[in-house]
């Protein structure tokens, strides 16, 4: 299975990844588990096709997930909740986002209060995408980090989830000339927002 899994992540950023991966897809569940523990070893992936653009490469990888979690959804959940490696990966994060169980609800949760910048964001996205609650609770944490894609996420979800305890940082977003013209902005627009909703 070692080489099987190998075989993938060499035609990554190739012209082979498709006919590869359908390949790869055809295998039983110990291929996942196979190659999320390649993943929590090395969140890159060991080497992949010789001289594909880096971008070309992430695209791949993040398909590559998220045609294991469609496959073998039980499993890729199974393995993910046990390592706390894989559930700091941002594109491990983007896969198992498209499962919809409480198990997973919560692994977003803490990854959007633990992780590193793009681990946020994944997360963050994912719980939008499922409208989850869980988001108001999530929004002071994520609006107080310096300037990233997990506070410019959590300000675009601030006017439809934020609540009374979201006001103080948006504010102080708003008025700080240490943040970005365009996230004052949206601060502001938040406020607004979060005030006419909430009657205030």
Known sequence: ?????????????SHRFSDVLERFLRLD???????????????????????AHPMRVSEDTGLLLARAVERWPARFEAVVAGSQVLRRNSLV???LSRLR?????A??????????????????????ARHSAAITGLLPT??????GAARAAALGAAPDYGD???????????????????DREK??????????RLGR
């Open 1 to 13: 299975m070692a080489a099987k899994v190998a075989g993938v992540f060499a035609a990554v950023g």
């Open 93 to 95: 994060i983007r896969a």
């Open 142 to 147: 994520l609006l107080g980090y310096p300037y």
């Open 29 to 51: 569940d110990d291929a996942c588990t196979a190659l999320l523990v390649v993943l929590a070893v090395d969140a890159e992936g060991p080497s992949s096709a010789p001289g």
């Open 164 to 182: 009374l305890n979201t006001l103080p940082i948006l504010r102080w977003i708003a008025g700080s000339r240490r943040c970005k013209p365009w």
């Open 107 to 128: 692994i977003l949760v803490d990854a959007a209060g633990a992780g590193e910048d793009h681990v946020r964001a994944a997360a963050l996205d994912g719980l939008l």
């Open 101 to 105: 169980t409480p198990t997973v609800e």
């Open 187 to 196: 601060a502001s627009q938040a406020i607004e927002a979060i005030s006419l």
